[in-house]
């Protein structure tokens, strides 16, 4: 094994038994790749020290207990809105600079249960609000791909878990957890040339992930291939007491497998072909086709008719439930306190006005708009309405006469832009394009994952997703792997 | 209710099934689904409104551009209002049909205080400290104002 990007689990556990690599000096690498990296901007904190004890537990078990975890000595980096015991957490924001949980998100629980080992917290957009993680307090994360030394024409890295999916693609971790709203996981994945998966809504746990969006908010995991976030999954899957939120059954862990494609259907939807779709992506999203059609898959084209409008739908119900959200930060119990005393109104107005930015102050605007009494049949209930109409769409093309098992998309509709191209939009119009292909699994609350595919002209990666019905993980992922082997894509940057 | 409206769909769904079936993927590149523009609208908030949704917010919208992206938010928002969604039920959670159950009655978690303020700015004894209470935001501004033009 020579360079740090082609690490995988398995071949990071083989190295561990036949002694060519221990945990302390693999993590000890990752740690070096992450400072070495450090321009790119992955990381909020870099936890040097848990970093070192993890490896050395690690280490302790695995020669002197030998009892190998499934995660036993991987790096595993978080996004910075996961709550970690004794670890600032900060959400990229002012509001919680100087934040200090005593607690641990689950997710992060298991994890450290499973033997991963923490390098570090991921940058995001503040509070998630975004798809560029360029509206970070700490500065935007840059795209790996295409990147240059004191060259001012870098790529973004997508968002808002571009922290996360640099942290991956860089190999400073091999994998890492990000959250995903309206497409915060898959997006980055996507432009950053990595696997991200989106899990069904409820099947990971969101205690202690500092919530957006609760109705549609999921923990997102991010790794170099898709065997390893399956094996990151089926770790961190399953009930949990702390949320009420999870499905209260059992998760079977899933195994990777040999799949007969030709008992494998999958839908075309028409109307994720839209307007300022590039050619490389549609190229890309024809070449996978003709792929699966040479593995005698059944391909269909199907419609999902409310497409156009879920970007619509989602902005409103995204606004709304922010401006309930954020109304927990008054800066009393925790968070930023402003320097003033005339009444407690005028501190929480003014520590509010100071802890956030102006797309989470704008967002919070539009919320309440929507949710005036004159206003809330008309925006927030209709928004609702067509959620359902959105939602019956997927459910037609999975069952039904004619059904499909598996609907293949792109990610984004383009490969990554450039920063100065990107800062000339307005946040919310970012979004409402960068989204247009991710947001409605997270309107469903189905499961879907992102696979780089190959380079697009300009050398970056073009990225193609998956989608399936509640809970099939198990197939979707299988057929993930398939595509993967079939296309073969290769991390070429040069980091 | 909701079963007219699926069948409406699905017989939508058939027709437009039957009309795509034998499309190749080629034929993509020539139809594509137009995003809903948004920029033809004139949206206009009014002062009193503005000033309702700050004293709700609790956030200042000090600038005009704050006003221009409220504005532009309805606006694109508006752009759902038009669409039929007659006899369907609004789906507030993706769990409807799921069991989620709630936990006993009891405690499990306590003894917890010093953890609970340790991330306050301000305390004092086992407390947290908040400015006096009851005095409405508006007031405030208006009270500084008078300040302001008296000094």
Redesign the interface.
Known sequence: MNKLTSYTIKKIHKSYIEKILTPTSFIDLCLQKAKQASELNAFVTLTVEEAENHGIESEKRLYIDKNVKPLEGISIGIKDNFCTKNISTTCASNMLR???P??DATVYSRLRQAGACLIGKCNLDEFAMGSGTIDSIFGPTRNPWGYRKNDDKWRIAGGSSGGSAVAVSSGACVAALGSDTGGSTRNPAALCGVVGLKPT??LVSRYGLIPLVN?MDVPGIIARTVEDVTAVLNCIAGPD?LD??T??RDFNPIVMKELDMSKIKIG?P????????SKDV?ET??YV?KLLKNEKTM?????L?N???S???Y??LN?CEV?SNMARY????????AN??????????SS??QG?N?VV??R???G???L?ARNYD??F?????????I???FK?VFN???SVDLLLTPTTLTDAPRYEDFVSK?N?DQC??QD?CTQPANM??IPAVSIPVRLSNDNLPVSLQLMGP?LSEDLLLNVARKIEQLVNFQHTHNF | MNYISTIISYNKLQIIKSAVRNLCLKNLSTRQAQPIDHKEENVRVDKNTLALLERLSLVKCDSTEGLTVLEDSIAFANKILHINTDNVDPLYSVLENENVYLRNDVVTQGDCQKDILKNAVLKEDDYFVAPPGNIPLQEIQIDKKEQETKS
């Not at chain 1, 003033?340 to 107005?349: F, G, I, M, R």
Request: aromatic share 16%.
């Open positions: 100087n934040f200090v005593t607690y809504y409820g109705s007491e009420s939120t499905l209260k075309i028409k109307e994720y072909n839209c307007v300022g779709m549609l999203w024809q086709t391909i269909r084209s199907v419609s008719p497409t156009s409008v970007i619509a739908v902005s409103i606004q401006a008054d800066g009393l119990e925790y968070g930023l306190r003033e005393d005339y009444s407690t109104e005028e501190l929480y107005a509010r006005s956030f102006n102050r704008w919070i605007f539009a309440n708009y929507f005036l008309k925006y209930i209709k928004a609702l309405k067509l959620r359902r109409l939602s019956n769409d037609n039904g006469e004619d307005h919310r409402a394009f247009y469903a609350g509640c």
